[in-house]
């Protein structure tokens, strides 16, 4: 079993930036690989960033490419998400997941396992 804790968020002004974090806790954190999703209100769960589980491949969603950076610590069990640039329609909520089982599946939600309790970001123009 995976425990997830996301930290980090909070209200930034347009144009700034914050970092995510994501501790994880149970299984092996090493040998999975983890991902990023945000949920703003009243709409779907959508991707934005995933990482392999050494570190070595990252992939990011469309509206995020260019502002956001994946990166892991494997040592502290750590996701984190760097988040620059930020715009008014970035503002939701954002959850940390893990893929234990390298899902075929990298951008849905389906793709993942275990998921953390989410971390409201809130970006103000």
């Known amino acids: 079993q995976v425990q997830l804790v996301e930290s980090g968020g909070g209200l930034v002004q347009a144009g700034g930036s914050l970092r995510l974090s994501c501790a994880a806790s149970?299984?092996?954190?090493?040998?999975?690989?983890m991902g990023w999703f945000r949920q703003a209100l009243g709409k779907e769960r959508v991707f934005v960033a995933r990482?392999?589980?050494?570190?070595?491949?990252?992939r990011y969603g469309d509206s995020v490419k260019g502002r956001f950076s994946i990166s892991r610590d494997n040592v502290k069990n750590t996701v984190y998400l760097q988040m620059n640039s930020l715009k008014p329609n970035d503002t939701a909520t954002y959850y940390c997941?893990?893929?234990?089982?390298?899902?075929?599946?990298?951008?849905?939600?389906?793709?993942?396992?275990?998921w953390g309790q989410g971390t409201q970001v809130t970006v103000s123009s």
């Open positions: 997941a893990a893929d234990t089982y390298i899902t075929t599946s990298q951008a849905s939600p389906g793709g993942y396992e275990y």
């Open positions: 149970g299984g092996t954190f090493s040998r999975y690989a």
């Open positions: 990482i392999s589980a050494s570190g070595g491949i990252t």
